[in-house]
């Protein structure tokens, strides 16, 4: 992403937050027509040690260079997440380059071998877009159409907003979802100028009123390994454990696996699954 791209993502996010922080967290009193969100520039401004000036040229994505002491004073001010003050320095040019795209459209062998060994625990891998490049038996029988689906569509994002498989494969879709996007956006920060990221997340807003109003709001979350619900109309509810790890030869692939949940029947459940689809 380029520097200019870097300077309007980094100034639309801040007013993101800014827009949506809540003045009683900062012991202040609502502002106009009793608005308890939002602060004012020179608020935020004062509580970052810097000019209401630079502030605004900040949030305007002015060509200058602020400091990472200034970036952190800021992210301080605003009340962001761990992840959120790596996203910020990160668009400041503080934090290493994510990994550069793969040009191949498939994991390669080894840890396709990988993915098949972890059967029959469902599991595939992620290209920096999200792309999928990979998947085992037990992930195609979870979610058969990821061996039908067109290639340019077979991206984790793409499909969570648009196939109306996976909205019913979710019960929790609306949290889900979001969540999704928001780790989306915080791995892509640096790459939203690059052709494929850009190209898949203009997609997503003509195709999704959610993923739009979800784009706007600039939420970010890291990823944390966690339970996760899926209604499969074969089996019913599987409780399965989503982990993501990145091989130390590949570090620009993310491998997702799902284990069964501690005291739950998953595993028979996708042992069942598994051989309903051989």
């Known amino acids: 992403m380029q520097n200019s791209g870097r300077r309007k993502e980094l100034g639309l996010f801040l007013r993101a937050r800014r827009d949506q922080a809540l003045r009683v967290d900062y012991g202040l009193p609502p502002i106009a027509r009793k608005r308890e969100r939002g602060l004012r520039r020179e608020e935020v401004a004062f509580l970052s040690g810097v000019s209401v000036t630079w502030y605004t040229w900040l949030e305007q994505g002015r060509d200058i260079s602020p400091s990472r002491q200034v970036l952190e004073a800021v992210s301080r001010a605003l009340h962001l997440s761990d992840t959120g003050l790596d996203y910020v320095l990160s668009l400041g040019g503080y934090a290493s380059a994510g990994p550069s795209t793969t040009a191949a459209a498939t994991a390669p062998a080894h840890l396709q071998r990988l993915l098949d060994a972890l059967d029959p625990n469902p599991s595939f891998a992620l290209f920096p877009d999200w792309g999928v490049a990979g998947w085992n038996n037990a992930y195609a029988a979870l979610f058969p159409n990821i061996a039908t689906v067109p290639a340019a569509d077979r991206n984790l994002l793409w499909l969570v907003f648009t196939d109306p498989y996976v909205r019913d494969l979710l ?108």
């Open 171 to 278: 019960p929790d879709w609306e949290v889900t979802s979001k969540r999704f996007l928001a780790e989306f956006r915080a791995e892509t920060g640096q790459r939203l100028g690059d052709v494929d990221v850009k190209n898949l997340v203009e997609r997503l807003k003509e195709a999704s009123p959610e993923f739009r109003e979800g784009w706007d709001r600039y939420d970010i979350l890291g990823f944390e390994s966690r339970e996760r619900l899926f209604h499969h109309p074969a089996v019913g509810v599987l409780q399965l454990e989503h982990h993501q790890l990145s091989p130390s030869d590949r570090p620009d692939l993310h491998l997702v696996v799902y284990t069964p949940a501690p005291g739950s029947d998953a595993g028979t459940q996708m042992a069942s699954l598994i051989a309903g689809a051989t």
